[in-house]
């Protein structure tokens, strides 16, 4: 599995240009105006990982296959969206349909590019973004309650169990803090998800900075990240412009191009690894002579359901994992190395896949 990130702002703060720069396309119309972005634009890439391209040489693969993830350039956010302004509406249902989400923060000066309200501040700028989610979920709980009436008077459970957790989010939202702060038992978490609160969806913040502050960040960053870590969440800084001009050259020019602006790596490498940490995400391998692959798990996957990730039999039928961590597979020059010095090991049903893990799966069709 990859996942999904939605990449939500207010109109001209650089998203159009980060989905340009993140998916090597063209296709969202970058302009100065706002909505330029009317239908949201989904772009699928490769997750960069050098631990896959490694693995491949070892093993003399064929093709190299990194798993994937989706972005979905959505249409930008203005103030009194929960109630149908701009393009409101489609903004949020948009944003249900997405596993995390990339609030794109301005934090450049340029006076050749509006604000839609005339002023650079990223913090108020969140504020405007999460009260308006905030707004749309609190409407959304009271309508779903009053239609569970009549299921609550019939002692319905799931409708109980439903209506509680709608209960704890609007107490939660009446008190101005997001749902995703609602402290939910293992047992509700199901039905929590089911939910599809918009403010339940795990935020990272990305700060667009000028060329020159791209290392370092600025001002306005510093308050993102200050703003950030009070509330638990994550920010990457990142500029829209480099990462789409990095975007149109070939990796080596692209890297001499890093090294010469003193950035260690690409911004689509630092905002899927927060991606990956935001929604406790991991990668295993499976490696040979035809094809190495990534797959993309939940942390604390164990193996069968790991191996149902390829294909749905390889769960049902399920025998063992012969597993080789990434490590050793390199430190043994492959997989026939690594049996000889005994660090292929047969992992069973209870076995929690691990990050960087090399498997290889046994079932029963």
């Known amino acids: ?83 149908g302004e701009g393009l409101g509406n489609q903004f949020l249902a948009n944003i249900r349909e997405v596993d995390a989400i990339a609030h794109v923060l301005r934090c450049f000066e ?51 169990q439903q209506d509680r957790l709608l209960a ?76 789409e001009e990095i975007s149109q050259l070939e990796s080596e020019e692209a890297q001499m191009f890093l090294d010469e602006m003193g950035l260690e790596e690409a911004g689509l490498d630092r905002l899927i690894r927060a991606g990956y940490e935001l929604l406790h995400l991991e990668t295993y391998f499976t490696v040979g002579p035809k094809e190495a692959r990534a797959w993309t798990i939940k942390t604390g996957t164990a193996a069968p359901q790991a191996a149902g990730v390829i294909h749905g039999d390889f769960e049902k039928g399920f025998i063992r994992a012969e597993t080789i961590a990434y490590d050793d597979f390199i430190a043994c020059g492959g997989e026939s190395g690594a049996k000889e010095a005994g660090k292929m090991r047969a992992e069973g049903k209870s076995y929690i896949v691990k990050d960087g893990d090399v498997l290889h799966f046994l079932f029963n069709t």
Not at 31 to 37: E, I, K, L, R, W
Not at 224 to 239: F, K, L, R, T
Request: hydrophobic share 40%; with cysteine.
């Open 168 to 243: 704890a989010a609007q107490a939660m939202l009446e008190d101005g803090k997001p749902a995703r702060l609602v402290e939910v038992d293992a047992d509700d978490q199901k039905a929590w998800t089911m939910l599809q609160l918009l403010t339940t969806k795990p935020v990272l913040y990305v700060c667009n900075v000028g060329e020159s502050e791209s290392v370092d960040g600025n001002a306005h960053s510093a308050k993102v990240a200050e703003m950030a870590a009070a509330q638990g969440n994550s920010h990457v800084i990142i500029s829209a412009q480099i990462e």
């Open 110 to 160: 340029d006076g050749d590019v509006t604000h839609v309200d005339g002023r650079v501040d990223p913090v108020a700028d969140a504020d405007t973004i999460e009260t308006e989610l905030m707004l749309s979920d609190l409407e959304s709980i009271e309508k779903r309650r009053a239609n569970l009436v009549r299921k609550l008077k019939g002692n319905d459970k799931e409708a109980q």
């Open 1 to 83: 599995m990859g996942f999904k990130m939605g990449i939500v702002g207010l109109p001209n703060v650089g998203k159009s240009t980060l989905f340009n720069a993140l998916t090597k396309t063209a296709s969202a119309q970058a302009a100065n105006f706002p909505f330029c972005t009317i239908e949201p634009n989904v772009g699928e890439v490769g997750v960069p990982d050098a631990r896959l391209e490694k693995l491949a040489g070892i093993a003399q693969s064929k093709s190299i296959i990194p798993t994937r993830m989706t972005f979905v350039d959505i249409a930008g956010l203005v103030k009194g969206a929960s109630k």
